[in-house]
């Protein structure tokens, strides 16, 4: 049986502009439990994206040193609210999730990995890519939108209705973000 979290209705919502500062007072939480061991954490998905309809779930991607020690704080993580979920599918990240307990509306997905994984590049160049390109952002909304409109009762299927879309992106994205970087 599906878990209810993952089968979740797909609403998408205009841009909120509250959502950059909701998404630094989360980090800020985050921080506070992962200490030292955390190197930075970035706002990505399309809550980061101005002008776009999207879930208003908040993606969040923290950077650490070391996901060993991040796990010696799952409970930390639990304390906040959060559920923990581990790898969750995906070798070499922790995830966790945050509902508002009085609705039970997501309100954060955070996806943890070490500093040497190479998914941080691909959502950071994905995001800022986005925010270069309008275009590419208004496209990228037209197809949340037909996925959403194909599986209305399940973000997981919604999910795998836009990644092919997503994947392609990937790979403009990441080329333009090398790219821009300063040569040595």
Request: proline share 7%.
């Amino acid at each position: 049986m599906p878990n209810p979290l993952d089968t979740m209705r797909v609403s998408l919502s205009p841009h909120d502009p509250r959502w950059l500062d909701l998404a630094r007072r989360e980090s800020r939480r985050l921080a506070e439990v992962a200490g030292d061991n955390l190197i930075t954490v970035h706002h990505i998905g399309s809550t980061a994206i101005p002008g776009i309809s999207t879930k208003p779930v908040i993606d969040l991607l923290p950077v650490v040193h070391s996901l060993e020690a991040l796990d010696e704080r799952a409970d930390g993580f639990r304390q906040l609210g959060y559920n923990w979920r581990g790898e969750f599918g995906l070798p070499g990240r922790r995830f966790c999730t945050l509902n508002d307990p009085a609705t039970d509306r997501r309100l954060f997905n955070v996806h943890i990995w070490s500093a040497d994984s190479d998914q941080i590049l691909r959502h950071v160049a994905f995001r800022d890519y986005l925010l270069a390109h309008p275009e590419e952002a208004r496209e990228y909304e037209a197809e949340k939108m037909r996925a959403a409109a194909l599986h209305p009762d399940d973000v997981l299927a919604y999910n795998d209705a836009k990644d092919p879309w997503i994947k392609a992106c990937e790979i403009r994205a990441q080329t333009w973000f090398q790219s821009q970087q300063p040569t040595a």
